[in-house]
Nanobody
Framework: QLQACGGGTVRAGGSLRLSCAASGFGVDDYAIAWYRQAPGEERLTVACISNKDGRTFYADSVKDRATISNDNAAHTVSLLMNNLKPEDTAVYFC????????????????????WGQGTLVTVSS
């Protein structure tokens, strides 16, 4: 299972670090992604990292403001977000997809086997 944490309320311009901890399975052959979903909107990929080869992906909306990193020994993936904006307000979910040869990187949403419970990030203006 995946456990996401680190959400909270922050003022615009502030920073937050979200963490995703995996338990019950090894993460070395997985891609771990962060998705977010704002009220009434679609769940979208924010960032993704392959624990196998280290490649990363960032959505245009967070590029240059977000850094995704992994600690395979600790089975965790973190997402540091700087210069937060009100439009970053959403529930953030982490997800894990094993590398069976993805159709693309980041993997399609249906390729994720595990999902965390979500952590709420609220950015006030």
């Amino acid at each position: 299972q995946l456990q996401a944490c680190g959400g909270g309320t922050v003022r615009a311009g502030g920073s937050l670090r979200l963490s995703c901890a995996a338990s019950g399975f090894g993460v070395d052959d997985y891609a771990i992604a962060w998705y977010r979903q704002a009220p009434g909107e679609e769940r979208l990929t924010v960032a993704c990292i392959s624990n196998k080869d280290g490649r990363t992906f960032y959505a245009d909306s967070v590029k240059d403001r977000a850094t995704i990193s992994n600690d395979n020994a600790a089975h965790t993936v973190s997402l540091l977000m700087n210069n937060l904006k009100p439009e970053d307000t959403a529930v953030y979910f982490c997800a894990a997809s094993i590398d069976r040869g993805w159709f693309r990187f980041p993997p399609y949403r249906w390729e994720y086997e595990y999902w965390g419970q979500g952590t709420l990030v609220t950015v006030s203006s």
